[in-house]
């Protein structure tokens, strides 16, 4: 499959995903639970995978991996493998461990790394510094990869970012745009910014439900 087809599978499923889900209320698991679901609509079930983990103690010191001092291991939100039939192995796992005890070898079996960022499913919104930190995150795990296995193809990197918060002022995307920007195309990470025209609609006095009793 071409690179090409792959980012434009990939970003469809994001615009439906960001048309779709934009207007409900949700814990950050559920948005992900969902956007998997768009992924698999286009790359099949058995090619999309969440939360792999790497270790990262031991990787390469960079300006990313410091801002992860004290992490001994990271999640990626959602995957794409190049090939059917998925394997995703824990560095630690002894049923099916890493070869390379770290489960950065991984990076050479996907097509896709990602992570997402909904602002409805945090009270205040969402905080640049934790968006850039995912962006780090990206960048991190890309140039481990290109470290420790070479110049070969690198796995194609996006932020996902839904801003659906129905309070908070939106999310400044031309600054985080910015903070993508990369001159070094092996460690680039991709925006996907979709800012919901329909944002949860939130009852007057906060409560969404009054349970009742009835006997």
Excluded at 191 to 208: A, C, I, Q
Aim: proline share 5%; glycine share 6%.
């Amino acid at each position: 499959m071409s690179k090409e087809l792959v980012q434009q599978k990939f970003e469809a499923a994001w615009e439906v995903f960001a048309m779709t889900c934009g207007s409900y209320l949700a814990p950050e698991a559920s948005y992900q639970a969902w956007f998997a679901h768009y992924l698999i609509s286009q790359f099949g079930i058995d090619r999309v995978a969440r939360e792999p983990v790497v270790h990262i103690r031991n990787l390469p010191e960079n300006e990313h991996t410091m801002t992860f001092g004290g992490k001994s291991e990271i999640r990626l939100d959602a995957v794409v493998t190049r090939e059917p039939g998925i394997m995703m192995p824990h560095y630690a796992n002894r049923l099916a461990k890493a070869v390379d005890g770290t489960g950065l070898g991984l990076l050479n079996h996907l097509e896709v790394i990602s992570e997402l960022k909904v602002a409805a499913s945090q009270t205040n919104g969402l905080d640049f510094p934790e968006v850039k930190r995912d962006i780090y995150k990206l960048r991190m795990l890309l140039h481990a990869r290109r470290e420790e296995y070479g110049e070969s193809k690198q796995p194609l990197a996006y932020l996902c970012v839904l801003d659906n918060h129905p309070k908070r002022k939106k999310f400044d995307k031309e600054r985080l745009l910015s903070l993508a920007e990369n001159i070094d195309s092996d460690l680039s990470v991709k925006v996907l910014y979709k800012s919901s025209e329909n944002v949860p609609r939130l009852p007057e006095n906060g409560r969404l439900y009054k349970w009742e009793t009835h006997e």
